[in-house]
């Protein structure tokens, strides 16, 4: 699998909404609900799933700086497989529409404020 492009996060825009670390099925992005984000490159397969579900636009799928090794590929498919069985481990369930409007409005809100 060849990656077109891998996604770059532009840091000073990102509000810590989490909604990237939900979509992302390979874990190629860290960071906690409150806090900045950031994209691990080599991590990154190029699906840009997370793309449409950022809120602030802050995300850009860009052109990747090096080519992606064998074992990088394996290490994604490693950890997609990884994800899937915490994921069902955990049983997660997304909050609901409502609660999901509810915790933007306070992050942007606290955004704002600082």
Known sequence: MKRASVVRIDEARC????????????DAIVGAPGVMH???????VGCDLC?????VDCMSALAPRAPW?????R???????????RLARAKIVSPA??????ILAALLERKRGA
């Open 75 to 85: 290490a994604a498919g490693r950890r997609a497989a990884q994800r899937r069985q």
């Open 15 to 26: 509000i810590g909404c989490a909604r990237c670390l939900d979509a992302c099925p390979v």
């Open 51 to 55: 793309l449409p579900v950022c809120p």
């Open 38 to 44: 950031t994209v691990v490159e080599p991590w990154c």
């Open 97 to 102: 529409p409502q609660e999901r409007k509810a």
């Open 69 to 73: 090794s064998d074992a990088e590929r």
